[in-house]
Nanobody, 114 residues
Framework: QVQLQESGPGLLKPSQTLSLTCTVS??????????WSWIRQSSGNGLEWIGA???????YYSRSLETRTSISRETSKNQFTLQLNSVTAEDTAVYYC????WGWGQGVQVTVSS
């Protein structure tokens, strides 16, 4: 069974950079066919896909966020990381890392406030 766990700061100020790490167990980030995604949900809204990194290391981004987003991985630690630059209050949400049907993290609340 694939298990994922998000970690990172829960409170940021506007213009700062959000950095979240997802630690994966039960599968390698390089497992053929796996895509590792970041998704968020803000209060009152549905799920928003932010981007993903595939088993080959190629990253994919939502068009609405791609200018501010970077997703990378550290295969030796079996971790992948989200960086979101220049955050605003609109980036306040619960952030999840996921391997789709194979597993989801519990989510981490991120609040952007001055």
């Amino acid at each position: 069974q694939v298990q994922l766990q998000e970690s990172g700061p829960g409170l940021l100020k506007p213009s700062q950079t959000l950095s979240l790490t997802c630690t994966v167990s039960g599968a390698s980030l390089q497992t053929n066919g796996y895509y590792w995604s970041w998704i968020r949900q803000s209060s009152g809204n549905g799920l928003e896909w932010i981007g993903a990194i595939g088993y080959t290391g190629t990253s994919y981004y939502s068009r609405s966020l791609e200018t501010r987003t970077s997703i990378s991985r550290e295969t030796s630690k079996n971790q992948f990381t989200l960086q979101l630059n220049s955050v605003t209050a609109e980036d306040t949400a619960v952030y999840y890392c996921t391997a789709g049907i194979w597993g989801w993290g519990q989510g981490v609340q991120v609040t952007v406030s001055s």
